[in-house]
C-alpha cells in the first residue's frame, strides 16, 4: 500500500472503536459531559457524504446497543424535512457527525434541528 493510502486506511479502520467507545459514553452519562441516552425518547445521528454512512453505523449500533430508538439521516433531510423526523413532544438527542466540524450542510441542519425543537422538549 502506498503511504498515501495509509492514514486513511488507519482512520476506516479505528472507527468501530471510535464509534463504540462514544456511544459507550453517551448512554453511561460520562464525565467528558457528553448526554445520558436514557434521558432522550429518540436518537438521529446525521452527516454528509461518507459521515453520512457513519451515521448509518452509529445509529443501528445505538439501538442494538441501548435499545434507543435511533435513526440515521443525510443532513439535507433535516435540514429540508425536519417535520418528518422530530417528534413533537418527545425528546430528540441530535448526534451531527463532520470530520471538519465546519460543513455547512450539517451546521445548517444543527441549527433547523434547534429551531424545530425549541419548546417542544418533552419532559
Do not use: K
Amino acid at each position: 500500500m502506498s503511504s498515501a493510502g495509509r492514514h486513511t486506511r488507519s482512520e476506516i479502520l479505528s472507527q468501530p472503536e471510535t464509534w463504540a467507545t462514544t456511544l459507550e459514553q453517551l448512554a453511561g452519562g460520562s464525565p467528558d459531559g457528553l448526554p445520558e441516552l436514557s434521558d432522550y425518547d429518540y436518537v438521529l445521528f446525521t452527516g454528509c457524504g461518507s459521515t453520512y454512512f457513519l451515521a448509518r453505523w452509529a445509529a443501528r449500533h445505538c439501538q442494538g446497543l441501548r435499545q434507543v430508538p435511533a435513526a440515521a439521516l443525510p443532513a439535507s433531510e433535516l435540514l429540508l424535512s425536519p417535520q418528518a423526523w422530530l417528534r413533537p413532544g418527545e425528546r430528540g438527542l441530535l448526534v451531527a457527525i463532520s470530520r471538519s466540524a465546519e460543513t455547512s450542510e450539517t451546521l445548517r441542519a444543527v441549527e433547523a434541528f434547534e429551531q424545530n425543537t425549541r419548546g417542544h422538549r418533552g419532559r
